[in-house]
Antibody, heavy 125, light 107 residues
């Protein structure tokens, strides 16, 4: 079935790095943009980053720009989020999700219709 | 950056009543690219509405979306106990941003 599965979360000290992964299955991964969205404990959803279907473009929220980097490997159906210089305020559940695809020269946006189950990142000394 | 504001923060209604949730954007949302999500405790969000008014697959027709430009509404008619959740709107017309959420409680 169509699914996304995140991994790589854990407890890390402030200033250190962590790499999250998102593995896709059940759909044509290479035509979809993939997003990361996070949710701090007891808080709302915060959009973090997106990478284009071919991996050529990425955009980041101001709160993570310069510290987080997305990459993807369409041969393995995976997306990674490299998180450097982590701060306490990066503590959250991190979800990957798909929103929009481009095919045949046109793009289609249907909202974030597939989400992973989330992986927890805790930044603490 | 487009800032998205939801109201009210909390809504408490009885089964069978109608819920009206509001979402306002600081700038006009391109092509009405506005989505609504439902999130229950311990779960990932679930897409309800995209393109401001189109229901996602499998979403009951009790859920409907409307609006354009900067003002959007999610209406849930005939509330059921399982509708208790936090509801978020998201604009994806220019980059991406979520509202802060509306908590819907069913009495």
């Amino acid at each position: 079935q169509v699914q996304l599965v995140e991994s790589g979360g854990g407890v890390v000290q402030p200033g250190r790095s962590l790499r999250l992964s998102c593995a896709a299955s059940g759909f044509t991964f290479s035509i979809y943009a993939i997003h990361w969205v996070r949710q701090a404990p007891g808080k709302g959803l915060e959009w973090v980053a997106v990478i284009s279907s071919d991996g050529g473009h990425a955009h980041y929220a101001d709160s993570v720009k310069g510290r987080f980097t997305m990459s993807r490997d369409n041969s393995k159906n995976t997306v990674d989020l490299q998180m450097n210089s982590l701060r306490a305020e990066d503590t959250a559940v991190y979800y990957c999700g798909r929103l929009g695809y481009c095919s045949g020269g046109s793009c289609h946006y249907y909202g974030m219709d597939v989400w992973g189950q989330g992986t927890t990142v805790t930044v603490s000394s | 950056e487009i800032v998205v504001t939801q109201s009210p923060g909390t809504l408490s209604l009885s089964p069978g009543e109608r819920a009206t949730l509001s979402c306002r954007a600081s700038q006009s949302v391109s092509n009405n690219r506005l989505a609504w999500y439902q999130q229950k405790p311990g779960q990932a969000p679930r897409l309800l509405i995209y393109g401001a008014s189109s229901r996602a697959t499998g979403v009951p027709d009790r859920f409907s979306g409307s609006g354009s430009g900067t003002d959007f509404t999610l209406t849930i008619s005939r509330l059921e106990p399982e509708d208790s959740a936090v509801y978020y709107c998201q604009q994806y017309g220019y980059l991406y941003s979520f509202g802060q959420g509306t908590k819907l409680e069913i009495k």
